[in-house]
């Protein structure tokens, strides 16, 4: 008999399972799925549901916003690869969540949402703190459950765990009414789910996978096109085999970013965009395309009728069969998990070299290197704040970003290692995902290095969550990139809107000051020849520190594609590219 069932055998006679408060059983069921930390925020709804985890021996991690507990979660799972667990009451609790379930819904991310709801006899009459939440993240969660009695409870739970981590992985949300939370019921957990229609598909058809080996056999100029799928499969090995084994240049995606080593040979860093020249290039003119987990989403792509122009073969693995063909169509599509399909791929391909293909992307890694404009006396360019945190951690760090033009800059010259260390809102581009993906990325790591890389714009939408930072003694480092504009919208409207900079420009503000306001330790850096220092200071305090970086206020990103351009048509420091 299952530990998990909360029975005893006596005398060969099974005794019935014990009665437990909802609110109970539920703490059990996240002990029976091994979860470390809960981030949440209480509230009425979920008073019950705190009481029961007050001397449950689960972790309970005091955010002071809802979406910072969600981005907690959301960073807790791209760092360790298990799901992240948030919980939030009623009403406004539970839609403050919404944003942290879009962000994690875009990136595929396994978290799991506990919500509280009014009583039952309330629901949709309108009750104080009322929200329709399972019909709000209908379009943002992979699944949802109204959990209407405390018996249902358990099994609800087991199936939110196992949607969350199994195929495409996605956050679920669990509702459940507060008097659900009071109601006793007999408890047993169930040991496996069965959901008729939900059967991911893992195992990739064999002539499919032989036909994408005779391609990439047959290829002269291979690109091995790399997303978060494979990050999220554990597949980086053998994407890296199967690189090397044929020799392939490797792109990879803001997500896939660590699925192959950033600092290997055959690494063309990340496309699109913001992506460098010569991966954009090698995309534009490559005959077969393998594409690993990824979606072909419009910051690689461009515009869709020029992308890959030359291709002859485009090969689609994804264990998602929404996405083969939902934005280019493929030539060898296949369904199913990367790291099996690749593993069976591997045996069937051989030894290969492409010299001819090696010495054009090598001559336009030389024509067209990531480069930045070298600094005035005095002055702090932001690239070479990425660069510095590269160096002094010796891309060991994991790293988490928010969004903007920071983040494109740590994507470009932060040389990403390892998968699951570099931790960023991708497909949804959530400013305010940093410092809250940063601490949940701490704890489920915590003997590793982590590096929040800011901008101030974006550092300020979830500001308030340096409390919990202070509160654990989290030891995230917090480098913000303070240009005092939203970067990334001043670049647009300097580029496309006649330089009308409407509603972009920040101003400066003094975060030391805030920093120290908070109990956290704070450093000022305005000249280039303290950033490594600061860096290094920063680095040897035991606790959260604030890094404050003025950096050049009208920097640009380069290189950069124009909304709907051609990924042949990228602007660069030194003007067009063609």
Known sequence: MSAMELAVSTGGRKTPAPKLPGARALVECLKAEGVEYIFGHPGGAVLPIYDALYDSGLKTILCRHEQGAAHMADGYARASGRPGVCLATSGPGATNLVTGLATAFMDSIPLVAITGNVARALIGRDAFQEADITGITLPITKHNFLVRTARELPGAIRAAFHIATTGRPGPVLVDIPKDVGLEEAPFSYPETVDLPG?????????????????????????????????????????????????????????????????????????????????????????????????????????????????????????????????????????????????????????????????????????????????????????????????????????????????????????????????????????????????????????????????????????????????????????????????????????????????????????????????????????DPDDVRPALEEARAHDGPVVMDFRVTQEENCFPMVPAGGSNSEMLGPKGWME
């Open 198 to 526: 939900y059967k991911p598909t893992y195992k990739g058809h064999i002539r499919q996978i032989l036909a994408a080996a005779r391609a990439i056999m047959n290829a002269k100029r291979p690109l091995l096109y790399v997303g978060g799928g494979a990050i999220a499969s554990g597949a980086h090995r053998e994407v890296r085999a199967l690189a090397e084994k044929c020799h392939l240049p490797v792109t990879m995606t803001l997500m896939g970013l660590g699925a192959f080593p950033g600092d290997h040979e055959q690494s063309l860093g990340m496309l699109g965009m913001h992506g460098t020249a010569y991966a954009n290039y090698a995309v534009q003119n490559c005959d077969v395309l393998i594409a690993v987990g990824a979606r072909f989403d419009d910051r690689v792509t461009g515009n869709l009728k020029t992308f890959a122009p030359r291709v002859e073969q485009i090969i689609h693995i994804d264990i998602d069969p929404a996405e083969i063909g939902k934005n280019v169509v493929p030539h060898i599509p296949i369904v199913g998990d990367c790291r099996t399909v690749l593993s069976v791929l591997l045996e069937k391909v051989k030894e290969k070299r492409h010299p001819e293909w090696w010495q054009q992307l090598e001559e336009w890694k030389r024509e067209y290197p990531l480069q930045y404009p070298a600094a005035a006396p005095g002055e702090i360019k932001p690239q070479a704040v990425c660069e510095a945190i590269y160096e002094v951690t010796g891309g060991e760090a994991i790293v988490a970003t928010d969004v903007g033009q920071h983040q494109m800059w740590a994507a470009q010259y932060y040389k990403v290692r390892h998968p699951r260390h570099f931790i960023s809102s991708g497909g949804l581009g959530t400013m305010g995902f940093g410092l809250p993906a940063g601490i949940g990325a701490k704890l489920a790591r915590p003997g590793k290095e982590v590096f929040v890389i800011a901008g101030d714009g974006s550092f300020q939408m979830n500001i308030q969550e340096l409390a919990t930072a202070a509160e654990h003694n989290i030891a995230v480092k917090v480098a913000i990139i303070n240009n005092q504009y939203l970067g990334m919208v001043r670049q647009w409207q300097e580029f496309f809107h006649g330089r009308r900079y409407s509603s972009s420009y920040l101003g400066s503000l003094d975060f030391v000051t805030i920093a120290k306001g908070y109990g956290i330790k704070g450093i000022l850096v305005t």
